[in-house]
């Protein structure tokens, strides 16, 4: 399978970049053909522009500057997210990527009377990869989990509606021992070597 | 009261832009003493640095390059947020303010031992108008509200204990008739006069 990988961590040395290098390794392993986005790295701005915003939800949206971005989306068989949470939700750079990149006409088609058509049949696969500062029982109790929320119901939901998903979230990290970090790792690499 | 307003979107004929108008003119006429902190006019860049990551969640956060907004942060005694929803959350430049200015050792004081005290103790209200596209029932029934949780929970828990918090929210806007999107920036101008 032809696997997008889109990665948001700013910090070589980060936890987050040992996951994005276990996830890329293993599918590359697996035989999997990986397209590797670094947002940070190739300085992905995630502000959606004045331009975009007026020809969004028209039937002609203003896909210039995010070309490449859109051409990768469209021709990828499974979808993987790695990023750590920062206030509740993606990063802003990772965040951007969704203002921009996944929009009517891209990721679902917004028909007349409001209906909204899924864009990405292609999709067949999307897995997470998350890093929590906070505890799960916060995260899944209280906040219900805006993440897995998002993620499940917008892209599921909106952009493909065959699409299997998986989450490997560590929550709580800032309070975790080397073990149990090197623990989620191997899951993670275990996991994506079966993907 | 000295209230920060943070508007975030890119078009000024918006009804985004509209719902700010009403609330920086109800707010003056009430008295109040408005910091208008428009992201997109001031060309905000929401995209936490390397450095700042480094320095995050040490006692020496790095706020060179937003330091002015921490400060106008610090001097707030009431907080607005302006804002439509993209992808059931904020728009990428504001939920990047979030990750680089309300930061450890400015909203809250993460402790040893993972304590969080909050940091905003001036903060005394937060009141918050958002749009969504989506309709209400899939934002409160099925995604359970993203937004309002991250705001209550993350806001109020984190960072000030005694905040007062009011939402107002249009949902389903794309198809909402203009006397109901006029209905609704009424109810939102006659509230901020009484703020």
Redesign the interface.
Known sequence: MRVLVIYA???AD?FAAALHRAVVEALGEAGHEVDDCDL?AMGF??????AE??AH?TPHPDLSAVEHHVARLRGADALVLCFPV????????L??Y??RV?VNGVAFH?RAG?KIEPGLHRLKKLWVVCTY?APWW?IKL???D?VR??IH??IRGLCTRHVKSRIFALY?I??KTRVETARFLEKVRRGFARF
């Open positions: 961590h700013p910090l980060s940070y701005d995630p502000v959606m522009t004045a915003r007026r939800n920062w206030w509740y939700g993606m990063p802003a750079i965040k951007g969704f203002d996944w917004l409001g500062g916060l209280v906040l219900r805006p929320g998002v119901t917008g709580g800032e309070a």
